[in-house]
């Protein structure tokens, strides 16, 4: 079953606000006002892709992608439960190390961990009591997105593994919603470009008319639509391949329309002032997590060479 458009429309009304307020604390609980769960029961695939997409086009900084990591999870392994929380994997860390304790290194939005947290060691998921870890603010590219690092070291005895099963759903559905939201970046960019292109005026005509920015921005427009078209089809089929391959064109696609839109502001894009610099900002900070897409087109190249078979996605 879709949702159909008339609630599609009321639903963007209500997240767009909600994203807007930006208020961590209470964003589950007000999504639970919404009805979220009975959304979800009625078009997953559809509500979490628009939810994210609003979130970049937004910048909103309330943790929307740890919660559905867990519902996730949850769905997938019967030992996580209500009272976890999930860390994203750190840039900057190394995995488990062997002997009587486990370094533990990762990144949150959430403001406050649960009593237990999901962490990566690699790609396979462990938990571990979070009364073991410190959390402490992450600065750095973006600080608008709130990001914390919690980090310490475990007892080994008290870290149990999720299933496989577990971590690849996991990581599937955190490159399909990380791509919707860059896809959701990406329109947001080029649509703002486009408005400002039409407004600003060089030798008494808008900047638009010369063929130079309309071939940018064209282009642009092309690589974020083909790449909202595979986030589509990433979040409908569910599956890990097609999460891989629409997380990698999201991240290029994100990435080449800031660098296109960059030179149709011209100087006003190198400014503070500007909102421009926050969409670059969080395109980098979000294209890193669960694979940059550089990184992830050597995976799928790899992947193909050693199967020697191009799987089918959707139409596509």
Not at 27 to 32: H, I, K, N, P, S
Not at 97 to 108: A, F, I, L, M, Q
Not at 194 to 201: F, G, I, L, P
Not at 237 to 261: F, H, P, S, Y
């Amino acid at each position: 079953m879709k949702l159909d458009q008339d609630t599609l429309d009321m639903l963007r009304i209500s997240l767009r606000a909600l994203m807007r307020e930006g208020h961590n604390e209470s964003f589950v609980g007000r999504l639970e006002e919404l009805g979220w769960e009975e959304v979800l029961k009625v078009d997953a695939a559809t509500a979490l892709r628009v939810l994210f997409e609003i979130k970049g086009e937004t910048l909103s900084s309330v943790d929307a992608l740890g919660p559905e990591l867990v519902r996730v999870a949850c769905l997938t392994d019967p030992s996580v439960g209500p009272n976890h929380s999930i860390l994203l994997p750190s840039p900057l860390s190394n995995p488990g190390t062997p002997g009587d304790t486990v370094k533990v290194e990762g990144v949150t939005s959430a403001t406050n961990l649960g009593s237990q947290v999901i962490f990566f060691t690699g790609e396979q998921l462990s938990t571990c009591a979070s009364s073991h870890l410190t959390i402490s603010p992450l600065q750095g590219t973006d600080d608008s997105a709130n990001r914390r690092l919690v980090y310490g070291e475990v007892p080994i005895a008290s870290v149990a593994r999720l299933s496989a099963e577990a971590s690849t759903a996991v990581v599937a559905a955190g490159r399909r919603i990380i791509a919707s939201e860059l896809v959701g970046i990406g329109r947001h960019v080029v649509a703002s470009a486009v408005e400002y292109t039409a407004q600003r005026v060089q030798y008494g005509k808008p900047i638009g008319v010369f063929q130079a920015l309309q071939h940018r921005l064209a282009s642009a427009h092309c690589l974020v639509v083909g790449a909202g078209n595979l986030a589509t089809e990433a979040a409908e089929q569910g599956d890990e391949w097609t999460a891989l391959v629409a997380k990698c064109l999201a991240g290029r696609a994100a990435e080449n329309a800031c660098t296109q839109v960059q030179q149709c502001y011209g100087a006003i894009g190198f400014t503070w002032e500007h909102e421009f610099h926050r969409y670059l900002r969080r395109v980098y900070i979000l294209d890193r997590e669960f694979g940059d897409w550089r990184t992830l087109e050597h995976e799928i190249g790899d992947r193909l060479q050693a199967t020697r078979v191009v799987p089918r996605i959707g139409a596509l």
